[in-house]
């Protein structure tokens, strides 16, 4: 789906990423490399297969896209990362060699340093780009418009005896929030304000949620 969001065209994407055609660039937040890996350490059973769906994952979307560069708004890892997760990244990107720039958030503390072998660059505060933004946290910046993660922001769809929890974006007149690019992440459900635009992710369709 195609919108203006502050001074740029983007496209909003099923795979839970905005891509910002004038800069080539794939836009994601709140990845959580390792997270399946920290729960298996403390004896909790979860699919095996979890990052590596979510490399699928982003592999369409820049398939999709074209995208020379992914930009990643923090958390790029849950902690501590065990070398199947280091080996697992680093035969992906020996594969896709796009740039990828990390800008840091409160879980990548956990790895002070990156894996060499994954090649992405890492930036420690805010990435200001044309008029854009780019931090982990959601907070208004002078002059620009912000692009944030974090909060994993769920739209909640809701009917006379069920309801439907769905990722989603979540983008007011000065912060735009993406939703957790990561599977294997909780959500918290938005309360749009008025002027705010929600759009879900459902399956492979994006759909604009009255507020």
């Known amino acids: 789906m195609g919108i203006r969001v502050g001074p740029h065209e983007v496209e909003l994407l099923p795979e ?3 891509y910002w055609p004038g800069a080539e660039t794939l836009v994601v937040a709140d990845l959580h490399w390792g997270k399946q890996e920290t729960f ?9 297969a979890i990052l590596g769906d979510d490399l699928a994952r982003l592999e369409r979307a820049l ?25 697992a990244v680093a035969r992906w990107r020996a594969e896709r060699p796009v740039a990828m720039v990390l800008v840091r958030g409160n879980h990548d503390r956990h790895v ?21 933004a780019f931090t982990h946290v959601p907070a208004p910046v002078s002059g620009a418009y912000t692009w ?7 739209a909640w769809l809701r009917g006379r005896a069920d ?14 929030v993406l939703p957790a690019f ?24 994006i759909v604009t949620i009255p507020t």
């Open 63 to 87: 398939d999709r896209t074209g995208a020379i560069r992914v930009l990643v708004l923090g958390d790029l890892v849950h902690g501590a990362l065990a070398p199947s997760v280091i080996a």
């Open 182 to 205: 990561g599977a294997f992440t909780g959500g918290v459900q938005v309360r749009p304000a008025r002027g705010d635009r929600v759009y879900a992710i459902a399956g492979s369709a």
């Open 40 to 48: 298996q350490a403390h004896g909790i059973p979860v699919p095996a």
């Open 163 to 176: 309801a439907l929890r769905l990722p989603c974006f979540h983008l007011g007149p000065e912060v735009g």
């Open 112 to 132: 002070p340093v990156l894996p060499a072998a994954w090649g992405i660059a890492d930036h420690v505060g805010i990435l200001h780009e044309e008029g854009y």
């Open 148 to 154: 944030a993660g974090h909060l994993h922001p769920m």
């Open 16 to 18: 839970r990423a905005v």
